[in-house]
């Protein structure tokens, strides 16, 4: 489904990828740790074109993503979804606006199989309520869901998470985390989360990669992770059960 | 020693600050192209346009017209004694009106516009690109460029020029009103007076420019508001030099096509 081959990202020279490469296989959830500025979004925007690589191949649904001209990316685009970190909703549109946008410019549809999506994507966040809200009327968490609802609205087979519990108190992280993984389930999509959420990485992931210093410095399941006799991940994963333990109290 | 390193600092800042100049004229040059290339190709965001002109048309009449109707009567009080000095005036009337439909009404119009408006686009397209908005709408297959910048800058150019029609015709009120208080003067015949003194070569060119005015406001709004960076601080920066840049930008055209305007059509006198 996803393959990245040997990718490299600076700025100036701050190396911030040096040679990550990982395949996620379809229907996998992989989630990909790091501390704060280790290139965790920068990876997730590169393998989407929102910033170009210096280097490295990209390959999404078998295209080379890096090669597409910009009419082929935004064809592939739409299979895909994101959820940004600060849920990224439109201003100055309501809610049922931020989950049309997507749908009107894009797709082909009538009027009653966009009310039938939005009602669906809704229900499925439980916000049904919220639909005729402004964003600046909503809670963090409201905001997420919300976020969650327009990035699964156009029924991707991948859906990218950039830190979707960053911000929120540990019971709403939690919910969050269970609706992605209940989303996963029911939508049977490929996802790729970005967090340094220990408990959102337990609830979600099949597999998981940690990131230091712009290199994959392990990959396995969260168990091996958080197992590990390496000094750095047990250094990365102590740091964050003290964190989630402090959040909880 | 101490006098060389202020030197030195000197100098780095004056590179400094002359570098991010040409960075941005590079960047405005690049923007620019990039509009006309993509102003002619389809999806035509006409709803998105309308709704802008109304938006920003509606926002800016009412701070536009009180300073159109103070800049006549103020214009026409400060001409009164000069010309009842030489004699002449009789021409009260004419010189206004040429005054403020040559000059004053559009520059001042575009002025106004520019801090009202060009700020607005800097700060709501800064802000949605420091939250990340705009990354989601390119991510859902949309183009932000054509959806958010092509409108914009399409709507000021198309607005300002109304705007200052309804700026010229409401100076000339008030420099009517200012005419009433020092001679007695009919409407009609002050109105005669204007339309006698001022030619179409006259308002043409006046009004003309204000495309190139209204261009430049959306141009340098949607520039800095589009590429904002640095959280809400950038959004802050990218507010405040769109209003001086396009200020600036809108007096140097301004030089630039009156003398322009007086060598291809030299009636215009």
Redesign the interface.
Known sequence: MVEIKDLHKSFNSNVVLDGVSFNVTEAENMVVFGRSGTGKSVLL?CM?R?MDPDAGDVFIQGKDVLKLELKEL??L??N?G?L???S????SMSVRENLE??LI??FDLDQKEIDERIHFVLEAVSLLEAINKMPSELSGGMRKRIGLARSII?KPKLMLYDEPTTGLDPITSKEISVLITELQHALKMTSIVVTHDLLCAKIIADRAIVLSEGKIVKEGSINDLTSSEDPLLKNFFSDEIIEHKGSMK | MNNTSTTGKLFDTTEKRLTEFFNMLGGLTNFSIRFFKEVFLPPYEVEQIRKHMIELGMKTLPIVGVTGFIIGLVMAMQLSPVLKRFGAEAFLPGSVGISIVRELGPVICALIFAGRVSSGIGAELGSMRVTEQIDAMEVSGVNPFRYLVVTRIFATTFILPILTVYVIFISLIGAYIAVVLVQNMTWAYYLDRVIFSVEFGDAIPGVAKTFVFGYIVGLVGAYKGYTAENGTEGVGKASTSAVVVSSLLILIFDMVLVKLTLWIWPTVK
């Open positions: 925007k989407i929102l935004n064809e685009r739409k895909i994101f940004f970190q600060g990224a909703l439109y201003d946008f997507p410019r894009n156009t």
